[in-house]
Nanobody, 126 residues
Framework: QVPLVESGGGPVQAGGSLRLSCAAPGRTLSNYIMGWFRQAPGKEREFVASIRTGGVTYYADSVKGRFTISRDNAKVTVYLQMNNLKPEDTAVYSC????????????????????WGQGTQVTVSS
């Protein structure tokens, strides 16, 4: 198991930016596929972005061009830079870890991720 901890959420006005962080204290994330998912009240969890161990990234159409997923050089932290935030981005954002070989479609499916953080709330006001 990988104990994941997210940080960086909070309130922000529409058009603003936030950077979310995801780390596993005392461990490196270099061997894991990492993903960010979000869940808004009354809605199902949805894919936001993911990154392979080699750095290839994937995004939901709704965030493409506004959000960027990345790893730090030491590969102990995964980030989600969120720019030009919109009220519809309001949700609890969770990071997750996966192992193995995933297809492009598999990178977007929450059931392929085996460890999850508790989530961090992002609230975008208009």
């Amino acid at each position: 198991q990988v104990p994941l901890v997210e940080s960086g959420g909070g309130p922000v006005q529409a058009g603003g930016s936030l950077r979310l962080s995801c780390a596993a204290p005392g461990r490196t994330l270099s061997n894991y596929i990492m993903g960010w998912f979000r869940q808004a009240p009354g809605k199902e969890r949805e894919f936001v972005a993911s990154i392979r161990t080699g750095g290839v990234t994937y995004y939901a159409d709704s965030v493409k061009g506004r959000f960027t997923i990345s790893r730090d050089n030491a590969k102990v932290t995964v980030y989600l830079q969120m720019n030009n935030l919109k009220p519809e981005d309001t949700a609890v954002y969770s990071c997750a870890a996966a192992t193995g070989l995933l297809t492009i479609q598999g990178m977007r499916r929450s059931e392929n991720y085996h460890d999850w953080g508790q989530g961090t709330q992002v609230t975008v006001s208009s």
